[in-house]
């Protein structure tokens, strides 16, 4: 699988590229902002641009949706429930950045537990990991051991959950059935910051791992 990561926006949010080596079809994952930037990725990388998939639509996420759907012609994957999300995407920018940006299309199709979003002979796992927000979804592709968790599971620590929508205890309920049943090996690549792998986080996670003390009680 080829894989490029570039981080977009105020926020510093990491978007994917993912392309088949094999067919050059590929999916961006979370294109947040800059669109110019995420294109001109695409550009290099030869691909052909099929799905936007995002694992969630806060507006660190989707900023970009509009211009690199328009630009490539892709369709606009998100799950259900996170809709009331997207359509809040104004006016959480102009609480946050005080500035105005236009509605986020609304989705061409609708992500689900268990589907296959299939590129070339690429193929990603979908599951379903509220909490964040309430239609989060995480991307696992087994083939290459590696997931992409947008906002649930960080580099030693994990999503918010003080935000519109958002619940602690689902979060986590999330990442403990999710994403740390997957193997220690799996490289973890989250919305914001570093890298990390399930293992690591499985032991040191000082809210999800084995001796966090992080309680909601």
Not at 26 to 36: F, K, L, Q, Y
Request: glycine share 10%; aromatic share 8%.
């Amino acid at each position: 699988m080829l894989i490029a990561g570039l981080t977009v926006g105020l926020l510093q949010e990491n978007c994917y590229i993912l392309g088949c080596e094999d067919t050059q079809c590929g999916v961006i994952i979370d294109p947040g902002d800059s669109a110019r930037a995420i294109l001109n990725e695409v550009d290099e990388m030869g691909l052909t641009i099929e799905k936007i998939i995002n694992t969630h639509s806060h507006f660190d996420h989707v900023l970009a949706v509009n211009a690199v759907r328009a630009a490539t012609g892709a369709t606009f994957h998100l799950h259900r429930e996170d809709l009331p999300i997207l359509r809040a995407a104004p006016e959480r920018v102009r609480e946050w950045l005080g500035a105005s940006v236009d509605p986020i299309d609304e989705p061409d199709q609708f992500l689900r537990q268990g589907q296959e979003i299939e590129f070339g002979s690429e193929a990603l796992e979908i599951r379903f990991t509220p909490g964040h927000s309430p239609g989060h979804v995480v991307f696992v592709d087994h083939e290459n051991e590696q997931v992409f968790a947008g906002d649930t599971l960080f580099r030693g620590s994990i999503g918010r959950f003080d935000l519109p929508l958002a619940d602690g205890p689902t979060l986590l309920h999330s990442i403990q059935n999710q994403l740390l049943s997957l193997p220690d090996n799996y490289v973890v690549y989250p919305g914001h910051g570093e890298a990390t792998t399930i293992g690591a986080e499985r032991e040191t996670n000082p809210f999800v791992g084995r001796t966090a003390a992080f309680s909601f009680t």
